[in-house]
């Protein structure tokens, strides 16, 4: 089973950046599909953006497309979330996830390891 533990969340101003990391400890992390997840207070968890093990597909959801970029460095069992052009209304807990299988996924329910979060909080 892998582990996962997210870092580099906080507070910015609007039109700033951050880069979220996601490290994955276990010996499982081979073959791994990750996806980033966001849930805004009161609002229910949603897909940000994924990517297959190899690395070669990514996905994003239509409101960070063309600001947000997803990568992985699979030898340092990482992968980040690369924000820029941040908006107030992508305030919210970021949590990444993860699914044995190669091929990523936008759907919440594929996932079946999830990390404890960080806040993102960007002011106006």
């Known amino acids: 089973q892998v582990q996962l533990v997210e870092s580099g969340g906080g507070l910015v101003q609007a039109g700033g950046s951050l880069r979220l990391s996601c490290a994955a400890s276990?010996?499982?992390?081979?073959?791994?599909?990750m996806g980033w997840f966001r849930q805004a207070p009161g609002k229910e968890r949603e897909f940000v953006a994924a990517?297959?093990?190899?690395?070669?597909?990514?996905y994003y959801a239509d409101s960070v497309k063309g600001r947000f970029t997803i990568s992985r460095d699979n030898a340092k069992n990482t992968v980040y979330l690369q924000m820029n052009s941040l908006a107030p209304e992508d305030t919210a807990v970021y949590y990444c996830?993860?699914?044995?299988?190669?091929?990523?996924?936008?759907?919440?329910?594929?996932?079946?390891?999830w990390g404890q979060g960080t806040q993102v909080t960007v002011s106006s």
């Open positions: 276990g010996r499982t992390f081979s073959g791994t599909a």
């Open positions: 996830a993860a699914r044995r299988l190669a091929r990523a996924s936008s759907s919440r329910d594929y996932y079946d390891v």
């Open positions: 990517i297959s093990w190899s690395g070669s597909s990514t």
